[in-house]
């Protein structure tokens, strides 16, 4: 819940362009990921070194209250937050209706809602509705009479009903009551936007551009559609744009963790493989060491040919998760592309051990055997795996095996 708040209120504030590395980056990011990991005081004090390297106050005064907010010190929660208020205002009242209803001031509680929703920075309806701190005061007149207000337009409340169908993958549904609009009228931005990302969802790239682009013509200062269109140039190949814009992206909301992800990936698509790792370290600092995250950024690394920091990233993967089959294979692959065939011949022994046994892995070991030369050993191998019913080891077999 505090990651998703920060980087929506990061991408409310705006910086100067032309983009370049902000150096309290990455003591900001590590002050999130400490609070993510319920480290608190470690979080004052990664913050403290960012605001000593030019963190604004803005920043500075929603990351401490919902911080104090997820740490239960409601007080200081309440202050940083008004303090955030009152330099633009509506953007700390969503935290403030949190912390009135927590302190049981119902009242109040929904004098900063109505703020929150008559300012620039409303949310979609659901987020309020679905608030945990908020549940409370559903019983409560004033909640009932704040929702009498007519807060969202008709457009609003359409797309609000398309996130909900493509969040249930109904992308079907969602496509054809879009189609319908777009037949009569053209389509606002906002809901071009989302037709591109459902397009993006179902794997057609070109579409999802083409949409993308057609939104941005409309709004090109939106960073959530720059960095869509980002994303889905990276799917058909095309690094250099992906790379100009999330480059964009970030110029406008610099705080987003995604966004360094999607830079690290453009980097190492077109070469530039020292600034894919610093980009993509910087994106761990604040996600942590998530192997997941680590190794589809592997897999990257290793489309791009960079087989030595790919190696150097799979074993981060697997000092951190042990028992995974599919990073032992992909180090194997790592190993049998740079002659490592014994380090190989260990690794797809791993995957064996881990998973159920399938003649592919038995396969690439009998070849990774073969290579260093323990041809009675790949035999074993390529027996095994044409035993399992594959083709091309029957044919090994065949050819090498008596």
Known sequence: MFRFFLAFFASLLVVGSGYSQPVYLESYFQALNSVNEKRFGEALEFLNQSKASGLPELDSYLFLGNLYLEKGSLDEAEANFRLADAQKPGIGSYGLAKVCALTQRDSI???????????????PQNIYLRDNALTRLESSLYWKNLWNGDYYSKNEQFEADLDYLVSKEN??????????????????????????????LQQSYSASVEN???????????????SGRAKAYLMVGKFGKALD?????????????????IKAKANAGIGNADQSRSDFNLFLKAYG???????????????????????RQI??????????????LSRATIYMKTNSYKYAVDDYAMVLDLDPPKASIYLQK???????????????????????????????????CR
């Not at 509680?109 to 949310?123: D, E, F, G, P, V």
């Not at 496509?175 to 809901?191: F, I, M, S, T, V």
């Not at 060491?289 to 960079?306: K, M, N, R, S, W």
């Not at 074993?315 to 032992?328: E, F, G, Q, S, T």
């Open 109 to 123: 509680a929904c004098i900063w809602l109505l703020r929150s929703l008559n300012s620039s920075y409303k949310l």
């Open 171 to 200: 992308y079907g549904e969602a496509l054809d009551l879009l189609n319908e609009k777009g037949a009569k009228h053209r389509l606002p931005h906002r809901q071009q936007a989302i037709l591109a990302r459902i397009y993006y």
């Open 212 to 226: 993308y682009s057609q939104a941005i013509k409309r709004s090109s200062r939106n960073s959530d559609y720059l």
């Open 245 to 261: 814009d999330i480059q964009q992206a970030l110029d406008i909301d610099h705080l987003n963790l995604e966004f360094y992800f």
């Open 289 to 311: 060491d998530h192997p997941d995250a680590i190794f589809e950024y592997v897999e990257l690394l290793q489309q791009g040919g960079f087989n030595m920091e790919a190696l």
């Open 315 to 328: 074993n981060r993967c697997i000092l951190l998760k042990p028992d995974v089959a599919k990073y032992y």
């Open 366 to 400: 009998g070849y990774a055997r073969s290579a260093m030369g323990d041809e009675q050993g790949a035999c074993i191998d390529y027996k095994k795996a044409a035993s399992m019913g594959n083709l091309d080891a029957q044919s090994m077999v065949a050819r090498n």
